[in-house]
């Protein structure tokens, strides 16, 4: 089996790092999150040919992130799932549901 | 001047058999520019995770889809597997991947009906999905069920195929190869096919890479990539080829998936040539110690990503599922861009969007 890799990173440095990840020929594979005991980790997956990368990123109950749907334009999606389950505050996002990419009745995001 | 209008597509109409909204904005009969619109249908199933253990999970892993469901279950089962370390006995890996093949089969019939019904070709529909009903009595046979198969368990499979089902099934599969390729003659050279398909909805291989798509169709569009080649079930003692396309077009996109049948077909025949006797499960015992697992496979609308975290109980932290369908939306609404309003039903219709699984 081919394995990923994980690099932590720190939220402020994200763009730069998905900026780097574009300039070396990597696709976006996906971002997903997870509850921490005191915010989130974000994963965000890179795909080159067969290899998969995460970038990780630990960000605060309140913190602000950057989006970085201007870089890879499929983010958009992945952000706005994000934001509207979990609640993490993702600045920027290209295309913004505000909150209502899907159409739950009960309140979101679930805490 | 041309006029510009926004048009609502969808969540219902005819060719979509699950609810995407699109907001198509049209100049004249031209689109350019279309906003997605998801979420009729969230059932969140992933934070089930959170009330079901982790064997509980595997039948809600099943369910994530109806037409995929095996290769969820699989996925989601091979990468608690992995975080467990448990290794499954070879014979359980080729049932996997002759149980995957055939879902892979199905999936594909399912979609050629439905693009055929999506241009009016009724007969081409109905053969379609009259060969997809044999392949729906093999599963019903083997598994029980016609749709959810419920036979993956962690460590392995629930059931066995016996020998004289395996090879009766290689025999029922020859004759429906013979029977796909007098479909293919129509739905590869018929001028009417031809005509909605061929120069329709163009995405360039830089495209599919930079949009993130995955799949048939991403692989029409040129990029040779096929999760099976990273080496799960038993897909490294099998010989097959990475199908592609270099045109990009919808007629492409038919090309790829018609091939993809053969394929599976070739590679059914393979396993069941080398399938080894023994057991069909490894005993697992415990809780899946903390750490995490990011499975990638191949279904047939493409890559998809399972993602498990373990905390040490029975109960998991999360699971998240990255579908096909959810990856393939940002290149859709950029092939829609400059396509002529009638065409969009077809488009749409080309990434074979499951809009269940997406949603989740």
């Avoid at chain 2, 199905?106 to 007969?123: I, N």
């Avoid at chain 2, 016609?146 to 090879?167: A, E």
């Avoid at chain 2, 995490?292 to 999360?318: C, H, I, S, W």
Wanted: proline share 4%; aromatic share 10%.
């Amino acid at each position: 089996m081919i394995e990923g890799e994980n690099i932590k990173i720190e939220s402020g440095d994200l763009v730069s790092k998905a900026l780097q990840m574009k300039t070396d020929g990597y696709r976006l594979v996906q971002i997903s999150s997870v509850r921490t005991q005191t915010g989130y980790e974000l994963a965000y997956s890179f795909g080159k040919e067969y290899d998969l990368v995460n970038l990780r990123v630990e960000v605060e109950e309140d913190a602000e992130i950057m989006s970085i749907s201007h870089i890879f334009e499929p983010a958009f999606l992945y952000e706005n799932e994000i934001v509207d389950l979990f609640g993490v505050k993702i600045n920027l996002i290209s295309v913004d549901f505000k909150g209502k990419l899907y159409r739950i009745s009960t309140e979101t995001p679930f805490k | 001047m041309s006029t510009r209008s926004v048009v609502p597509f969808g969540p219902q109409h005819p060719v979509l058999p699950e609810p995407i909204h699109l907001d198509l904005v049209l100049e004249d009969e031209k689109v350019v520019e279309a906003v997605p619109s998801i979420g009729f249908i969230h059932r969140g199933l992933e934070k089930l995770v959170e009330k079901k253990d982790f064997n509980e999970y595997t039948y809600v892993a099943e369910r994530i889809c109806g037409i995929c469901s095996y290769m969820h279950g699989m996925a989601y089962c091979e990468a608690v597997e992995h975080i467990m370390n448990v290794e499954i006995p070879e014979r359980a890996k080729y049932l996997r991947t002759i149980w995957c093949e055939m879902s892979r089969i199905h999936s594909h019939l399912l979609w050629l009906g439905l693009l055929a019904d999506a241009f009016g070709f009724e007969s081409l529909f109905y053969q379609s999905w009259r060969m997809r009903e044999k392949m729906l009595d093999m599963i019903e046979a083997s598994t029980g069920g016609r749709v959810i198969f419920s036979v993956n368990k962690i460590g392995g499979q629930l059931k066995d195929m016996p020998k004289d089902m395996l090879n009766d099934f290689v025999k029922q599969i020859d004759g429906m190869e013979v029977e796909l390729r007098e479909l293919t003659k129509t739905f590869l050279g018929d001028y009417a096919v031809e005509s909605r398909l061929r120069n329709v909805g163009f995405l360039t291989a830089q495209q599919a890479h930079d949009l993130g798509s995955v799949g048939p169709f991403m692989r029409a569009s040129g990029i040779a990539l096929d999760m099976r080649k990273t080496g799960y079930a038993a897909y490294p003692n099998i010989d097959f080829e990475i199908i592609t396309s270099t045109v990009g077009d919808s007629y492409a996109r038919t090309d790829v998936r018609i091939r993809e049948i053969f394929q599976s077909m070739d590679i059914i025949r393979q396993a069941v040539a080398k399938i080894p006797d023994g057991e069909i499960a490894t005993p697992v015992k415990g809780f899946p110690q903390a750490g995490e697992y990011f499975m990638r496979v191949e279904q047939p609308r493409g890559e998809a990503v399972y993602y498990v975290k373990a905390n040490g109980t029975k109960f998991l932290d999360r699971v998240r599922v990255r579908t096909p369908t959810f990856a393939n939306i940002p290149a859709l609404l950029e092939t829609l861009k400059g396509c002529q309003f009638a065409d969009v039903p077809i488009l749409v219709l080309t990434i074979d969007p499951c809009i269940s699984c997406t949603e989740r």
